[in-house]
């Protein structure tokens, strides 16, 4: 089961075919906010040092989703978002996924070779 901090691989909502990778944020019941260009989680604002201190902003959502703050993740969903926050349509966009579209969790780093490494 995925949890807060894995990278995993799913499907992407809009483009059929085409897989997506994010961090998983948050799992069903628990609450995203966004305060101040901080992830909050339940109340406590997340350390995020992989987004090398972009904020994390509300976006412009997908055509026919709504997303509202804070936000609660339904049972059976993720909320996932991309390390590079200004440049990701990710859960603030197409909205939490739904956990029967994920196709992997990432291992390990090999570009650029010399992060080569497993995650952890």
């Known amino acids: 089961d995925p949890e807060p901090g894995d990278i995993v691989t799913f499907q992407d909502p809009e483009i059929p075919g085409r ?8 799992v069903g ?13 339940d109340g406590v ?3 995020e040092p992989y987004t090398r201190g972009l904020p994390s902003e509300p976006l412009k959502t997908a055509l026919g989703v709504e997303v509202s703050y804070p936000y609660t993740v339904p049972a059976g969903h993720l909320w996932v978002m991309g390390d590079n926050r200004t440049n990701s349509d990710d859960s603030r966009y ?4 739904d956990e ?5 969790r990432a291992a390990l780093v ?3 070779f ?4 497993l995650l952890d």
């Open 19 to 26: 897989v997506l990778i994010k961090r998983c944020i948050a």
């Open 29 to 41: 019941g628990q609450t995203v906010d966004l305060v101040d260009g901080r992830v909050v989680v």
């Open 45 to 47: 604002a997340l350390d």
């Open 94 to 97: 197409f909205g939490a996924i």
């Open 100 to 104: 029967d579209t994920l196709t992997g």
């Open 110 to 112: 090999y570009w650029p």
């Open 114 to 117: 010399s992060n080569f490494g």
